[in-house]
């Protein structure tokens, strides 16, 4: 579990991807005003796969047709990350084994695993040396905390499309983990559509008194895997629709999602929030008495489980997004506690 676990730990940005974040949480704060579609819990989730068609499989009733450059590759890798058996990594986690990879410079670049819904695409990278030999002699640079990519790109269908992207910290300098979280607004509208990764230099991070930052490129170089978007179906709807009473607003509930790995909650409020230059918060353009924190750690989720156990998933990932802190299998999850109200967790479609 800890190269999953380090993922967690491993989130750094730079300005720019600060910028981005802002600009993200400013379009997100926008979209949550809009009223979106209830649907079936039955819904079309998108997975990576390969543009080179190496193996097909057909799934049951309503599922398509996946292409995928090596799976098993990809399903060892992923299990690898999760620290599962590769035979239990896919219906253990929600993620889809890929394999699709790209080797260059000496170092091999693989999508092992993707989980998609209807507005996320979260997909798990890994980087490994060649010729097993370190990236980074330990000895000579002992404060090294994690190795990432100087820089990272993703465009769909050609266009830029914002990833959030982390490192995980590992002990075996040989490899390490790279994630890459997309909000894919409106996914449905991407189906056949590339997905293009690019990656640029590998690179070290160090850690030394009060400095915490890139320390020396070990690879210079690019590599790019591209992938076509395809439907099938892995996460486990909770029933939904909701309506909270918030501060002065009405939150609602429209999605509750969970793989045991991972989990996306989708709301909307009843009123339009903006703020002025001095970022005072304005509700339909009135004044409001509570302050945008207020709403913030209002919509920090907090899953409990049957046996007592609490995560606050604000600390773990993103407010409705993220990877869990473990692996947790379904029915033991009890409820999830969003803007004051708990909700039981009562399965859709398990």
């Known amino acids: 579990m800890r190269q999953y676990k380090d993922a967690l730990d491993a989130l750094r940005f730079t300005e720019e991807e600060q910028d981005m974040l802002i600009q993200r949480l400013n379009q997100a704060a926008q979209t949550a005003q809009k009223p979106k579609k209830r649907r079936h819990p039955r819904r079309t989730i ?46 253990g986690t ?7 990879s790209d080797t260059a410079h000496g170092v091999t670049i693989s999508l092992d695993g993707i989980y998609a819904d209807e507005q996320t695409v979260y997909a798990i990278f890994s980087a490994v040396k060649d010729d097993g030999i370190p990236f980074v002699d330990i000895q000579e640079h002992p404060n090294t905390d994690f190795l990432t990519f100087r820089d990272y790109e993703v465009r769909t269908d050609g266009e830029w499309s914002f990833g959030s992207g982390s490192p995980s910290k590992t002990t075996d300098l040989t490899q390490f983990f790279f994630q890459i979280e997309m909000d894919m607004s409106n996914t449905d509208q991407w189906k ?17 008194g009060n400095y915490c930052g890139p320390d020396q490129t070990l690879v210079s170089g690019n590599w790019s895997i591209e992938v076509p978007l395809e439907s099938t179906d892995t996460a486990v709807y909770a029933k939904a629709g909701q309506v909270i009473p918030y501060g002065n607003l009405n939150v609602t509930i429209d999605s509750i999602a969970f793989t ?16 002025d230059d001095d970022m005072n918060l304005y509700l339909d353009g009135v004044p409001d008495e509570y302050d945008n924190q207020y709403y913030t750690e209002g919509s920090s989720p907090i899953l409990t489980l049957k046996d007592g156990t609490t995560y606050d998933l604000w600390q773990i990932g993103h407010a409705n997004t993220g990877l869990l802190p473990q692996i947790i299998p379904l029915q033991e999850m009890e409820s999830i506690t969003i803007f004051g109200q708990t909700i039981p967790l009562v399965w859709e479609n398990e």
Not at 67 to 85: I, N
Not at 260 to 270: I, R, V
Request: proline share 2%; net charge negative; aromatic share 16%.
């Open 46 to 91: 998108l997975i990576a796969a390969v543009a080179a068609c190496v193996l097909a499989f057909t799934a049951v009733a309503g599922a398509v047709v996946g292409f995928f450059a090596d799976p098993e590759a990809g399903r060892t890798r992923l299990a690898e990350f999760f620290q599962m058996s590769g035979s239990d990594v896919e219906t």
């Open 94 to 100: 929600g993620f889809v084994a890929s394999g699709a």
């Open 192 to 208: 056949g559509k590339t997905v293009r990764f690019t990656f640029s230099d590998i690179i070290s991070h160090m850690t030394k």
């Open 260 to 275: 045991p790995a991972f989990y996306h909650l989708e709301w909307h409020f009843d009123k339009e929030m903006t703020f």
